[in-house]
């Protein structure tokens, strides 16, 4: 591995895995926690989309210091970093869970860390507005949030996706085949105790599934991917 891109999905273990990337490669990593794509709208997207295939973009690491690091992590679109797919060694990965749950436990999170200065515009007005956990859900800004990080990105193109239901097995894997760091430590950072009451039923979680099925796309092939891997190295 010489260069790791790592795409951050809110609530989907990647305050833990930064965790792990800041202790094991402080000096080769850079945290990119300035887009937020789960905050921005389609005309957003697509101007960002615009600079990321400008071929100045394709020399930033040279022009905005970064020649000297080659892990990048955070909230990010993942073709921001698709200059890399064409260096060698390079490994693009991130983490999955299941998208109901992903977006049950955003909403708490939101809740819990809300901060009328600092919040950005669409966490103040699900605070604010006091949206419910099912408005949040159906909203059409929390549509597909996977698709909308993965946007001009091809899924095949990463070379790991890990799961969160399955978190300690897949690290496990992820560090024996990829970072191979001896004896690391993850810890469970970052973790949204949701209450029970709020769960959907099975009716709501049909539409819910239905709703956001590009997302539901992306996280059964990583399953896909996940039992290919395992069947490959048992």
């Known amino acids: 591995m010489k260069y790791l891109i790592s795409v951050h999905?809110?609530?989907?273990?990647?305050?833990?895995?930064?965790?792990?990337?800041?202790?094991?490669?402080r000096d080769q990593l850079y945290l990119d926690y300035t887009d937020y794509p789960d905050h921005l709208n389609e005309k957003q997207i697509n101007d960002k989309l615009k600079k990321y295939n400008n071929c100045f973009y394709n020399l930033?690491?040279?022009y905005f210091n970064l020649k000297n690091k080659s892990i990048f992590h955070g909230h990010f679109l993942a073709a921001k970093y698709k200059c890399y797919l064409a260096k060698e060694?390079?490994?693009?990965?991130?983490?999955?869970?299941?998208?109901?749950?992903?977006?049950?436990?955003?909403?708490?999170?939101w809740l819990k860390t809300y901060n009328k200065e600092r919040s950005l515009a669409l966490h103040k007005r699900v605070v604010e507005e006091k949206w419910s956990l099912e408005k949040f859900c159906f909203?059409?800004?929390?549509k597909n949030l996977y698709s909308k990080f993965l946007i001009d990105f091809d899924i095949k193109n990463f070379d790991f996706i890990g799961i969160v239901e399955k978190y300690d097995e897949d690290f496990i894997?992820?560090?024996?085949?990829?970072?191979?760091?001896?004896?690391?430590?993850?810890?469970?950072?970052?973790?949204?105790?949701?209450?029970?009451?709020n769960h959907f039923d099975n009716d709501i979680k049909g539409q819910l599934k239905q709703f956001h099925k590009k997302d539901?796309?992306?996280y059964d092939y990583a399953l896909r991917m996940r039992k290919k891997r395992i069947n490959s190295y048992e």
């Open 60 to 62: 930033k690491p040279y």
């Open 216 to 218: 539901y796309e992306i």
């Open 139 to 142: 909203s059409k800004e929390m």
């Open 9 to 25: 999905m809110p609530k989907a273990g990647g305050t833990s895995f930064k965790f792990f990337l800041k202790e094991n490669f």
């Open 89 to 109: 060694n390079a490994c693009f990965i991130t983490w999955l869970r299941d998208p109901i749950e992903r977006l049950v436990s955003h909403y708490y999170y």
């Open 173 to 197: 894997y992820f560090n024996n085949f990829i970072s191979k760091i001896k004896n690391p430590t993850l810890p469970d950072l970052n973790k949204t105790v949701k209450p029970e009451k």
